[in-house]
């Protein structure tokens, strides 16, 4: 598992090497292909009535939650807890749904298409083998495991949103049907325990919506649906911490389903959790001098994100420039002030989108982040 600590790329090939060393593959099923024809595995495992259906990398490019199951997959065969747990659930996980976008690095699928908006069209294959496994296996829950940017912060605050939560609705006036009730209080019982653990790390994701997203199609067929978003925390960008906090959740939400204990939770304080706010930049650097139309402005700030590229099998992280103006309202876990002489020092000669790396040597700040 050593090689999943250092990488946020894993391609089928990669996924596949990690189910021979642990003994999965030959547990496995294709229940179907991708766009490009290539296999979609399912495993089921388990004996209890409970039923749960799980599933990761629909967006290609959000693989900590795939890391994560691996991690479940892991407790369920060799903790006893989690031999507790296949007696009285039974689980169908999908560990990556999208592989051709898994490949590429990519949300969508080879055809460009986000999966996740493909739930009344069924266009695309491997939407049809999600919805397919769906009416086959009759859930009781279904986990719906994403990954979620670094803007992503908890309030209007510098805190990342390490993990967020949703119970999605299953109608435009986002009432609390006895489906999304159920999901509303595995939610608080989970961020409960994580407060215990590690303090405020999660949010509540925004519940806009979208029939054509699956969570809030499979929340429409009275199925009882969590949205999970694994997210950023300060100095890990593999996300290893993320990873932790998802393995976790998975474990004490189906401790909550096992044992029934949900029912007494109020799922009134599901709306007390913390709301997702997109305000969190990676860089903040203010008093910059910059050079526009042969003019140099002075007091400058700037916002820089990390941008994620594969490139010969790796992600590489590259600082872009995102925003200018003299006054941002961002928050950011890196903020810098540079001071006049090393502002007069360093006129920016930069636009938006243009890759930071070169300014951020020279005024001594690559190192510092």
């Not at 991708?34 to 259906?53: A, C, D, E, R, T």
């Not at 290609?60 to 009285?88: A, H, M, P, Q, V």
């Not at 986000?114 to 695309?124: F, T």
């Not at 390490?162 to 006036?173: G, H, Q, R, V």
Request: hydrophobic share 40%; net charge positive.
């Amino acid at each position: 598992m050593e090689k999943l600590n250092k990488t946020k790329y894993l391609p089928p090939n990669l996924l596949n090497e990690i189910f021979v060393e642990k003994g999965i593959f030959s547990h496995l099923e294709v229940i179907g292909h991708s766009v490009k024809g290539k296999p979609i595995y399912g495993l089921k495992i388990g004996s209890g009535n409970k039923k749960v259906l799980m599933w990761s990398q629909m967006h290609g490019n959000e693989t900590t939650s795939t890391k994560s199951l691996i991690d479940f997959y892991d407790f369920l065969i060799n903790d006893k807890i989690g031999k507790y747990l296949k007696t009285n659930l039974t689980f169908k996980i999908i560990f990556q749904l999208n592989p051709d976008g898994s490949h590429a690095y990519s949300r969508n699928n080879f055809n460009d298409s986000d999966l996740n908006r493909d739930a009344l069209s069924l266009i695309q294959p491997e939407s049809k083998v999600l919805m397919k496994e769906f009416y086959l296996f009759k859930p009781n829950f279904c986990f719906n495991l994403h990954g979620q940017r670094s803007i992503y912060s908890i309030g209007n605050t510098n805190i990342p949103a390490s993990i967020s939560f949703l119970a999605p609705c299953s109608s435009k006036n986002k009432a609390i049907t006895k489906s999304r009730l159920l999901s509303m209080q595995l939610i608080t019982g989970v961020c409960n325990f994580l407060k215990s653990k590690y303090g405020k790390v999660y949010g509540r994701f925004d519940d806009s919506f979208n029939l054509n997203c699956f969570g809030d199609f499979f929340s429409k067929q009275k199925v009882p649906t969590i949205l999970f978003e694994a997210g950023h925390f300060k100095n890990d960008i593999f996300r290893k911490f993320s990873r932790k906090l998802v393995f976790d959740s998975l474990v004490e939400i189906c401790l909550l389903i096992s044992s029934e204990s949900y029912i007494e939770i109020d799922h009134k304080k599901y709306f007390k959790i913390i709301a997702n706010n997109n305000n969190l930049r990676d860089i903040l650097i203010k008093n910059v001098t910059i050079l526009k139309n042969n003019k140099i402005i002075t007091g400058q700030e700037i916002s820089i994100q990390y941008s994620e590229k594969l490139v010969n099998n790796e992600v590489l992280f590259l600082p872009i420039i995102e925003s200018i103006s003299s006054k941002l309202h961002f928050n950011s876990l890196f903020v810098f002030e540079l001071s006049n002489d090393k502002s007069r020092n360093n006129i920016l000669d930069i636009e938006i989108g243009d890759n930071a790396e070169k300014f951020l040597k020279k005024v001594d700040l690559l190192n510092n982040i």
